[in-house]
């Protein structure tokens, strides 16, 4: 399959991370989860690790609710 990383940061800057104890990853993880969608998360970076047989529809399910979960996620920080 492949492998995609997000890593989430303060406004997009990688020089500027999020305090580690706010645990975005986490959260964005969870908000995920709620939507029935699993990411991997490590730190306040997020993975997809899809298979190959993965589907276009699939995909765009996969993207739209990761970018809703980080936009949650980040929200309260």
Avoid: H
């Amino acid at each position: 399959g492949m492998v995609v990383a997000f890593e989430l940061t303060r406004d997009g800057d990688k020089a500027t991370p999020f305090d580690p104890a706010l645990r975005i990853g986490l959260r964005a993880y969870r908000a995920a989860l709620e939507r029935n969608v699993v990411l991997r998360p490590l730190g306040d970076v997020l993975y997809w690790m899809p298979p190959y047989c993965v589907d276009d529809a699939q995909l765009e399910l996969l993207a739209r609710v990761t970018r809703e979960s980080m936009v949650e996620a980040t929200a309260c920080a």
